[in-house]
Nanobody, 122 residues
Framework: QVQLVESGGGLVQAGGSLRLSCAAS????????MGWFRQAPGKEREFVAA???????YYADSVKGRFTIPRDNAKSTVYLQMNSLKPEDTAVYYC????????????????WGQGTQVTVSS
């Protein structure tokens, strides 16, 4: 069982930066692939970024070049560094964990955090 707690959301102006954190419980964090998803009002949850247990990274086209997803296995934490934020990045951001390697879809993840709100003003 893995419990995930996100933090770091907030209100930021367009062009600004935020770093989200996702702290995981348990002693096997390094064996999990981690993902970030987001859901805007009235829209389906969508993939943002993922990092496999081996360190491979994957990004949605909409965030490529602006977001990065580093992980710190010693701290059992994965981050989402968001730069050059746009109003269309406004959403609730969710952290998720899976034992799979490459995992880019909701259904591939078994564990989810409660979400953190990110609002980007124009």
């Amino acid at each position: 069982q893995v419990q995930l707690v996100e933090s770091g959301g907030g209100l930021v102006q367009a062009g600004g930066s935020l770093r989200l954190s996702c702290a995981a419980s348990g002693r096997t964090f390094s064996s999990y692939s981690m993902g970030w998803f987001r859901q805007a009002p009235g829209k389906e949850r969508e993939f943002v970024a993922a990092i496999s247990w081996s360190g491979s990274t994957y990004y949605a086209d909409s965030v490529k070049g602006r977001f990065t997803i580093p992980r710190d296995n010693a701290k059992s934490t994965v981050y989402l560094q968001m730069n050059s934020l746009k109003p269309e990045d406004t959403a609730v951001y969710y952290c998720a964990a899976t034992r799979r390697g490459e995992a880019l879809s909701n259904y591939e993840y078994n564990y989810w955090g409660q979400g953190t709100q990110v609002t980007v003003s124009s």
